[in-house]
């Protein structure tokens, strides 16, 4: 089944506390990004990146980073994650070519207390 | 940057009513414009979308119209069902910069 898979679904962690969550698509697509969706907010791009080893800033990047050494994976990592980063995070793929949109991962809802 | 305006952000309709979300963008770079749709818990599901140089698209009971000139695009749901009730989001993208930018959402109740 073509997919993006993210995780964890959920996770709590501690201020200061480094975090990554994973994000893998098998649909051999070249763009991927990651989102955050907060009430009223909609969704806010953080990162993306339209191929390997190159990702460039959504706009909303500070307090995170990202990598893209393979094709498939896109992990999001926190390196000092404070509360105003407790969100709902979305993963997501779209193919270079032909133009479409992005397919997107369940979602991790994290809390950072 | 782009700027996306999503109106309205509440929408409550009688079953087998229209219901029509319009979006406003800015970024006149924007070339792309999908519809998704987020049902409670899940991930976005694109539902539907329409490029820069067309301007109309339907797909069954759901439509998108676009105005380049005005910069406006809209969804319209027709025969509306308890079914069709969730989030639905509208977003601009440039796709020659891989930037993408998401309207706030629409909270579509349908009433059976």
């Known amino acids: 089944e073509a997919q993006v898979t993210q995780n964890p679904r959920y996770l709590i962690t501690v201020t200061g506390k480094k975090l990554t969550v994973t994000c893998s698509q098998n649909?051999?697509?070249?763009?991927m990004s990651w989102y955050r969706q907060d009430p009223g907010l909609g969704l806010r791009q953080i990162y993306y990146?339209?191929?390997?080893?190159?990702?460039d800033k959504g706009d909303v990047p500070e307090g995170y980073k990202v990598s893209r050494k393979e094709k498939r994976n896109f992990p999001l990592i926190l390196e000092s994650p404070s509360p105003n980063q407790t969100s709902l995070y979305f993963c997501?793929?779209?193919?270079?070519?032909?133009?479409?949109?992005?397919?997107f991962g369940s979602g991790t809802r994290l809390t950072v207390v | 940057g782009e700027n996306v305006e999503q109106h309205p952000s509440t929408l409550s309709v009688q079953e087998g009513d229209s219901a029509v979300i319009k979006c406003t963008y800015s970024?006149?770079?924007?070339?792309?414009f999908p519809w998704y749709k987020q049902e409670l818990g899940k991930g976005p599901q694109l539902i539907i979308d329409?490029?820069?140089?067309?301007g109309e698209k339907k797909d069954q009971r759901i439509a998108v119209t676009l105005n380049k000139t005005a910069k406006h695009f809209s969804l319209h749901i027709t025969e509306t069902q308890p079914e069709d009730s969730a989030v639905y989001f509208c977003?601009?993208?440039?796709?020659?910069?891989?930037?993408?930018?998401f309207g706030d959402g629409t909270t579509l109740t349908v009433k059976p």
């Open positions: 997501a793929s779209r193919p270079g070519q032909p133009l479409y949109g992005y397919t």
């Open positions: 990146s339209m191929n390997v080893e190159v990702t």
């Open positions: 977003a601009a993208f440039n796709t020659n910069a891989g930037k993408s930018t």
């Open positions: 329409i490029r820069s140089n067309v």
């Open positions: 649909m051999n697509h070249e763009y």
């Open positions: 970024d006149s770079a924007s070339n792309y």
